[in-house]
């Protein structure tokens, strides 16, 4: 099982880049996925999240500039961040809850966002 997490990149401040998170593997079923985010200043922090009911949670720095979606078909999850600010640079990584035998947490490898001033 694991979590392949893309979509990174460099971007100017105003700009805009979707992220992609998409399980893979031999699981039963996805409860809760999330975005976290690791910047120089900060510990890693949640920037969003959502569950089987499609709510979506987001951190206040992020709210109105983010859109958090997933699509239970492909397994994805999808994290639409839109006028982008240089404090929003960090290492991207989604999460999730996964059940195999019984339900685990998993981290994907990071995706850099870069923004510039």
């Known amino acids: 099982v694991q979590l392949q997490a893309s979509g990174g990149g460099l971007v100017q401040a105003g700009g805009s880049l979707r992220l992609s998170c998409v399980a893979s593997?031999?699981?039963?079923?996805?409860?809760?996925m999330a975005w976290y985010r690791q910047t120089q200043q900060k510990r890693r922090e949640m920037v969003a999240q959502i569950d089987t009911a499609m709510i979506p949670n987001y951190a206040e720095s992020v709210k109105g500039r983010f859109t958090l979606s997933r699509d239970n078909a492909k397994n994805t999850m999808y994290l639409q961040m839109d006028n982008l600010k240089p404090e929003d640079t960090g290492v991207y990584y989604c999460n999730a809850d996964l059940r195999t035998a019984s339900w685990n947490n998993y981290w994907g490898q990071g995706t850099l966002v870069t923004v510039s001033s």
């Open positions: 593997g031999s699981f039963i079923a996805i409860n809760r």
